[in-house]
């Protein structure tokens, strides 16, 4: 491909920049060729005009395609450069929080400079097994590498970690022995990996110190070898150290620190144990302040010491040893402080007067004091003639002070060291190795003397070691593929390397300088200019002649010369030396003996199995007489470990320090470059991009590129001659690319190129698809358009034709209206006229008439007037006396009624005064409403006699008016007129009269009914507001009521969601215990067959993390430990006794335990004893407040009573009975045994049947005997009773009443009576308290001790009467009470039913009574049938029973008359007999052949074998066996069944532990047993579904409770092995199915792939499975169980663990994994969690809530899916995924990786919006689940339907010496 293609528009390319190194720009403009500008736009948009010349090589770095961004792999980049490798690391670091990165064989770890929660032991568990490559980079998949391929190659392992000061080496190797301790914990109880771990704080302590650049830098390199055996255990370790900083000892730079163990000294000085050192203050110590600040933020030396202590405890150093070391650190510290003084002359010095600071070095490390001050002066020169004593100016004095300070600290040092491999050296053979090995990266200050030159030295040589490393896997790599390889030029560092350690090099020169007795750093320099001025990686300085520059492989050194020889000599005062050897203190002597001669086959004896073969023959040894120099040491050392790790395969840790503030994810982009230059990860990137480091197999090739392809160029039989074709014409040069044998090998830049072709193809069909929508889219709406504007012209239309019509007919109807409208105008006037006309008419007439009238009436009125004036002023004063009598009594009324009213106001608040009042005023409502509707009633029927009469006044004043005036006409008398006119006017009078009186009764009917109808209103009013305060108060009850059932019922479901959750806990804790004794247990025996071996084989068998000694699974393992081992000694005991012995054992265990659950029993029932006392007692309080004080302490009296009853009479019987009824026991236990080794005996003579029968006529008459002795025993001790009582009541009335009458007196006579009756109650009670004394005062004569223990049973029969007969009693009280309550809630609801009867109608009334008499005789009749019912049931109960007595006595006597021809075992004729009956379900055996049985049963059987039989059929034919044991009253017979069952089925387990179908065919059987002992164990709760069959074949002698739980115990421990066989059977194919195996077709797309897809631990071909493979699996697990008939309960529960552990491996591995966090992996598994959702509905078992298990991968795959952009999103993701922890939503988000250039990805801000939506989640901080959690298993019952009788035994289980019963 030309420039001119590659440097198209739209491209992106990195320019440099001063500030970012790199920076991104865009292309504007397509390049050609020749062109020397390129047309640039950065990142902000401004342009850019960048110069090239018309070489294409001066063109900018290409940048990667956006989906390649962020890769675990820098080699999985298409284009390998500098800028390319910096921003991957830099988006990997600041947006993801990924500090770990792949870079080919070498892992990048840059330091966060903050705790990640990425290091706890579940991430180790989740790396632990894992390919490299498959999870995301980290230290463990670098250990757990290493790890693997010492195990499969058997070869030796190294992990070398480098880098800058604070890059955080230290802490790398740390985790890396971490994980090693975690993975291969040691066998042994040694604890050899915490010992290993423990070396850390020492090293650290003694070894580390502050720097500018680190505040716990390491000072020093070490090599830390971890051994392993054959097994793959840790045994032992081995550390080498190289290069301490000496020089830090007594100078430290400004803002550093010395090594921490001073500081950590100083802190501590206040021990008591410390005042011999004489320490004060770290600031008043010149060796410890140089630096400034003697103080670190955020560390407490004081705790750093305490944890350092604690490492050497650990570690095996004694105190004393300790104290040892802290002098001699003090020491150094006082000799910093010793003052050195010129004298006169400015050669001489010496030590200050009085210095106590020399005195406490003297007295610290036990040497002279006067030759230490002179020596420390002076120095001796020796010739060969003579010896010379010369004194040292002060200089020289300080300068010997200080190397003097520097060797001391140094021999210290390595005796720690030495001290610390002999603690970790194990005597155990040495298998194979890892080594870890922390040393300094390439160093370059401003100034840089020897130590860095040594630095930088050895990084040279690792850079080779790595160079060839590098080159060799790629040689092997192309090698394994059979493609064409070249030479790969690399840049080798063997010239630099010669300069330094060749003959005439660097060192030598400096060594021969050494020798010379005037040897000077100047003439050092010079020969160096002279020799090496024409070296290519050697230069001369300018402006200097004390330096020179080493060319190295990173960079340009220039070396300061002062000070070379003086580091390199190491020069100590011999005479100084020889008085520390002369130390009293034996530590300080042995630090400073002669060294022997190292000898390198230290390691060759440690690892003798492995031969190191050097590179280079080894440097000949310097002459003895010469001490060896530092470099010559530092060169012996480095060449020894680069002959160890060329004998291992090598494992890169690159640490980058990000950058120099320290401060927490902050990426300074020039520091890093320096550090990726420096540490050789850019020189792998070249190496790399020299060949091809783009590698696709020919699969994932032709799933991402087939877009590419043409239809013709497809081959899809044939996926490599396919990928073969496009190849070829998409990439023109054939250089370009190579065809391996399984993979596409690709030039650098190749797959971007491919990438930009598959998304200009992907952008060309969008934009295809873009114009065709578009193009539909714009005419369905022109056609939408169209459509609409027809529509709206049709309408328009339509509505101005109607309003046309509509003016028309409006036209036509206003015609019409003017017409009527006319015409009603002119008619209205008319009607006007004539009715003015006939009114004016009838005024004129009627006017003249009262004219007349009103003439006459005026008369009339004025008699009136006179006579109401009289009136009135009579009724005037009467109504003023009236008015003022009225006034008097109101004013007495009102004060009284405001009397009244306080009263009314106290009853008014009471609910019964308003219900009162309620109901009064309903009635008064009532009986008003009557009153008003029979006034109502008189009101009319007075207006109808009104109206009567006014007619009949009205005729008769018309007839009288015709008669007027017809005497008028006729008469014309005026006499005749007057006396008609006074009668007129007499009629008129009583016509006024009576109008008058109807006008009062209308007034005063009026106001009665304006007044009734106030008061109604006031009554009405007055009834609301009661009903209001009525119903408020029934509301506030109600609300109340109600609160306090809520809060009830609240507190009922707290306590019940409590009391479940407790009970899951327990039987979680309780089956944690039993699995962590199956652990023990399988361990024991795993111990005991090792013990067993003779010779060991080789092989590889990898150590289970959870085995390690560092920590255990379970909860407790103080308890389970103990129980565990008391258990297994006792199934040892039963493994050596036998199983008879062992029945015997398991009888004494299963007693004790029975015993313990009576004691918890009886705790319990005292108890709820205690809770019922305290409740009756708060009820008496509340009543005594109205009893008299003497009724109050009778009472009290009466309870301090039944106290003493409940307490000293089971203390007495108990603590005197325990021990004697014990010896009894044992001695008619002892009695019974010899009886029946008696009977035994004679049975197997020669004439067993009448020896028998002897022996059994001598005990029936020993019975006999025995019961008539009884019988007499028992009057006596009636009588000693009574003699006990009488004793007892003269001695313990006056003290235990003393109390009583001290706190209550008795005041009345008659109270003294009642005293004398409590106090004869009290004696009653209480006449046992002192029954232990009597008897051993009874006991002293020996007769009554006799009689007494003869009698002993007799007397715990008595006292369990007497405490029957206290419980029936008491039981007869609360029956008493109960049915007391119950007749007064009877009560109450018959008055209820009277009221609502009284209120009723008669005919209503009879037919309630008809109706509640047929309902009493209704449930009268029920309870009768009830009670009949349960008589005929206890009947037939008693005629079981008879029938079993009658068979007994029936069996008894056949046994006395009946002779039986059977085996001698067999001693009774009950089989004969039952062979003429119908089977029993019972199965006989005899006693020798139990082990055949429990063989062909259990050790031998197959489940094929019963596989077309009743499921569980074992079981059933175990327990038929069982229960002849328990007919014939065989209880050595049933424990040793059990006992064998339970034995054989744990060890075909043990043997079967990885076989599915055994493990679940004995969980269904012991399931079976279980429930068989329960449905037939007599229990009527486990017998409520039986038949009376089933309840015929119960258990009639034994209750084996124990053994059920024990059964129960070994189904939890089976129910355990069965969940891990699964989750080994479905643990490999999880992942594949889940995550990686494409089960929607064509969804993900596929990624390059970087160096660690192709890690060395993955093994050819391919073991991926199909989500098809794992259903079938599940199915397959499903069949097996069914087949089996265990309980669906049980299965259901299985699947949900296994859903559990399903949903917790694909999370995790999503958590760790950056290449399946995408979109299509989230629709991937949403397909596949439906799939299994459907496969469990298929199966019926979704109703388990197996799928809420899988809720947190739900979420995580609705999270993967769902928009991730607006702070809407943010906030709906937090209310979605509820189930996932806030630590691992970020990790997803944080993960998350587009598939291609058109997803976005995951900004910053949003993840930081998303941490603060769930900062208020309280929960713990958890990022990966525990798939190890195991929920506790719930055993229910489920009786069969079968009966024992119906189930037939096949021939082919080789049973026939079972008999049927």
Known sequence: MSASELYSKYTKVWIPDPEDVWKSAEITKDYKDGDEILHLKLEDEMPLEYSINSNAEQLPFLRNPDILVGENDLTALSYLHEPAVLHNLKVRFLESNAIYTYCGIVLVAINPYEQLPIYGEDVIHAYSGQNMGDMDPHIFAVAEEAYKQMARDEKNQSIIVSGESGAGKTVSAKYAMRYFATVGGSASEANVEEKVLASSPIMEAIGNAKTTRNDNSSRFGKYIQIGFDRQYYIIGANMRTYLLEKSRVVFQAEDERNYHIFYQLCASANRPDFKELKLSSAEDYFYATQGGNTEIDGVNDAEDFERTWNAFTLLGVKDAHQMNIYRVIASILHLGNVEIVSERDVDTCGVARNDEHLNYFCDLLGVEHDQMEHWLCHRKLVTTSETYVKTMSKQHAINARNALAKHIYAQLFNWIVDHINKALYTTSKQHSFIGVLDIYGFETFEINSFEQFCINYANEKLQQQFNLHVFKLEQEEYMKEQIPWTLIDFSDNQPCIDLIEAKLGILDLLDEECKMPKGTDQSWAQKLYDRHSSSLHFQKPRMSNMAFVVIHFADKVEYQCDGFLEKN????????????????????????????????????????????????????????????????????????????????????????????????????????????????????????????????????????????????????????????????????????????????????????????????????????????????????????????????????????????????????????????????????????????????????????????????????????????????????????????????????????????????????????????????????????????????????????????????????????????????????????????????????????????????????????????????????????????????????????????????????????????????????????????????????????????????????????????????????????????????????????????????????????????????????????????????????????????????????????????????????????????????????????????????????????????????????????????????????????????????????????????????????????????????????????????????????????????????????????????????????????????????????????????????????????????????????????????????????????????????????????????????????????????????????????????????????????????????????????????????????????????????????????????????????????????????????????????????????????????????????????????????????????????????????????????????????????????????????????MCEHGLDPEIIQQVFRQLFYIINAVTLNNLLLRKDVCSWSTGMQLRYNISQLEEWLRGKNLHQSGTMKTMEPLIQAAQLLQVKKKTSDDAAAICSMCTDLSPQQIVKILNLYTPVNEFEERVTVAFIRNIQSCLQDRNEPPQLLMDFKHMFPVIFPYNPSALNLDTIHIPANLNLTFLNRV
């Not at 120099?629 to 060449?639: A, D, I, K, P, W």
């Not at 109504?879 to 004013?891: F, K």
């Not at 005749?976 to 109008?995: H, V």
């Not at 109390?1299 to 409590?1318: C, G, L, Q």
């Open 569 to 1680: 000599r190491d020069t100590v005062h011999e005479e100084q030396i020889n008085i520390l050897k002369a130390s009293k203190y034996q530590l300080v002597a042995d630090l400073f003996q002669e060294e022997k001669e190292p000898a390198t086959s230290n390691i060759k004896t440690k690892t003798s199995k492995i031969s190191i073969r050097p590179l280079k023959p080894a440097m000949k040894a310097p002459n003895k007489e010469h001490k060896k120099t530092v470099g010559l040491q530092f060169r012996n050392s480095l060449q020894l470990l680069m002959e160890t790790l060329n004998a291992t395969t090598p494992h890169y840790v690159r640490c980058i320090k990000p950058n120099d503030e320290k401060s927490a994810f902050s990426f300074d982009a020039e520091r890093a470059v320096q550090q990726l230059r420096a540490c050789g990860v850019l020189e792998t990137i070249r190496i790399s991009a020299a060949g091809y480091p783009s590698r696709w197999t020919y699969h994932e090739f032709f799933n991402r590129y087939r877009v590419l392809m043409t239809k013709k160029n497809i081959i899809l039989n044939d996926k490599k001659e396919t990928c073969k074709r496009l190849l070829e014409i998409v990439i023109k040069d054939p250089d370009k690319f190579q065809f391996g044998r399984s993979k596409i090998f690709f030039r650098a830049g190749q797959v971007a190129y491919l990438e930009k072709l598959r998304a200009d193809k992907f952008r060309a069909a969008c934009m295809m698809i873009q114009k065709t929508v578009r193009g539909w889219l714009q005419r369905t709406k022109y056609r939408r358009m169209r459509k609409a504007a027809i529509t709206i012209q049709k309408h328009i239309r339509g509505y101005q034709a109607r309003r046309w019509m509509d003016l028309l007919r409006k036209t036509r109807a206003a015609v019409i209206f003017q017409k009527q409208y006319r015409m009603h105008v002119v008619r209205r006037k008319y009607l006007h006229i004539r009715n003015a006309t006939v009114t004016i008419q009838a005024y004129t007439r009627g006017r003249f008439v009262r004219r007349v009238y009103h003439e006459l009436l005026r008369q009339h009125k004025a008699s009136i007037i006179q006579k109401y004036v009289r009136g009135w002023i009579a009724r005037k004063r009467f109504s003023r006396i009236r008015n003022a009598v009225i006034y008097l009594q109101c004013c007495y009324r009102r004060m009284k009624a405001r009397r009244e009213l306080k009263t009314l106001k106290i009853e008014a608040r009471s609910v019964e005064h308003y219900k009162k009042l309620t109901s009064g005023m309903e009635n008064k409502v009532v009986q008003l409403q009557r009153k008003v509707d029979v006034q109502n009633k008189e009101h009319k029927a007075m207006t109808e006699q009104l109206m009567a009469v006014n007619t009949a006044q009205a005729t008769e004043i018309d007839k009288l008016n015709k008669e007027l005036d017809r005497w008028r006409e006729q008469q014309g008398d005026k006499n005749r007129e007057t006396s008609l006119q006074e009668e007129i006017e007499k009629l008129r009078k009583e016509l006024g009269k009576s109008q008058t009186e109807c006008k009062i009764l209308e007034d005063t009917y009026t106001r009665e009914k304006a007044e009734l109808q106030q008061r109604v209103l006031d009554l009405e009013k007055e009834n609301t507001l009661l009903k209001d305060e009525k119903d408020k108060l029934n509301q506030s009850i109600k609300n109340e009521s109600k609160d306090v059932a809520e809060k009830l019922s609240q507190k009922t479901a707290k306590e019940s969601e409590l009391a479940k959750k407790e009970l899951e806990e327990e039987r979680s804790r309780y089956q944690n215990l039993l699995k962590e004794y199956s652990r023990l247990e399988q361990r024991y025996d795993n111990l005991q067959e090792e013990i067993n071996l003779i010779k060991h084989t080789p092989g590889h068998r990898r150590n289970p993390s959870n085995q390690s000694s560092l920590g255990s699974d379970s909860n407790y393992p103080s308890v389970s430990t103990s129980e565990v081992g008391d258990t297994e000694d006792a199934v040892q005991l039963v493994e050596e006794a036998g199983l008879e012995n062992a029945a015997m054992d398991m009888t004494i265990f299963l007693k004790l335990q029975k015993r313990v659950r009576e004691l918890e029993q009886e705790r319990k029932l005292l108890r709820a004893e205690i809770e019922r006392k305290e409740a009756a007692e708060t009820k008496k309080a509340n009543e005594y407040n109205s009893i008299p004080e003497n009724e109050q302490a009778a009472d009290l009296a009466y309870d301090s009573l039944k106290v003493l009853e409940f307490a000293g009479v089971e203390d007495a019987v108990d603590r005197v009975l325990r021990q004697e009824l014990e010896s009894e026991n044992k001695k008619l236990k002892n009695e019974l045994n010899e009886l029946r080794k008696a009977i035994a005996e004679k049975a197997i003579g020669e004439n067993p049947t009448n020896d028998e029968e002897n022996a059994y006529s001598v005990l029936l008459n020993q019975l006999r005997a025995a019961s008539e002795e009884l019988e007499v025993r028992k009057e006596e001790v009636l009588l000693l009773r009574t003699q006990i009582v009488d004793a007892a009541h003269q001695k313990e009335v006056v003290g235990n009443m003393d109390n009583v009458t001290e706190k209550y007196e008795w005041k009345r006579s008659d109270e003294n009576t009642e005293k004398d009756d409590v106090i004869e109650a009290y004696n009653g009670i209480c006449e046992t308290n002192s029954q232990a004394e009597d008897w051993r005062y009874l006991n002293e004569d020996g007769e009554l001790g006799l009689a007494y223990q003869g009698l002993k049973e007799v007397a715990r029969l008595l006292e369990a009467q007497l405490q029957s007969q206290i419980r029936q009693h008491e039981e007869e009280v609360g029956r008493m009470r109960n049915q007391i309550e119950v007749l007064k809630e009877d009560l109450e609801k018959q008055q209820q039913v009277l009221t609502q009867t009284l209120q009723m109608s008669p005919e209503a009334r009879i037919e309630y009574n008809v109706q509640q008499e047929i309902t009493r005789l209704t449930n009268e009749n029920l309870d009768l049938k009830e009670l009949v019912e349960k008589q005929e049931k206890n009947e037939k109960k008693l005629k079981k029973q008879l029938k079993i007595h009658m068979k007994k006595v029936q069996e008894l006597e056949a046994r006395n008359f009946v002779q039986k021809e059977s085996r001698p075992e067999l001693t009774r004729q009950v089989t004969v007999q039952r062979k003429e009956k119908e089977f029993q379900g019972m199965l006989e055996y005899y006693k020798d052949d139990e082990s055949l049985l429990i063989r062909n049963l259990i050790a031998d059987l197959k489940p094929q074998a019963v596989s077309a039989t009743v499921p569980g059929l074992p079981a059933y034919i175990l327990f038929m066996c069982l229960r002849h044991a328990d007919y014939i009253n065989d209880d050595q017979k049933v424990h040793s069944l059990l006992s064998s069952t339970i034995n054989g089925i744990k060890k075909v387990l043990k043997k079967h532990n990885d076989d599915f179908e055994i493990t679940s065919f004995w969980l269904s059987n012991s399931c079976r047993l279980l429930h068989c002992l329960k449905q037939y164990s007599g229990d009527e709760d486990f017998m409520k579904q039986n038949n009376a069959r089933q309840n015929e074949h119960s258990l009639k002698n034994f209750d084996l409770t124990e053994y059920r739980q024990l059964l129960s115990d070994l189904s939890i421990q089976i129910y355990q092995q069965l969940i891990k066989v699964a989750e080994n059977l479905l643990q490999s194919m999880i992942v594949s199915a889940m995550l990686e195996n494409e089960s929607i077709q064509g969804l993900s797309s596929v990624k390059p792939m970087g160096y660690r897809k192709r890690s060395s631990s993955r093994v050819d071909g391919d073991s991926s499975y199909t989500l098809e493979a794992m259903v079938r699996q599940l199915n397959l697990l499903n069949n097996t």
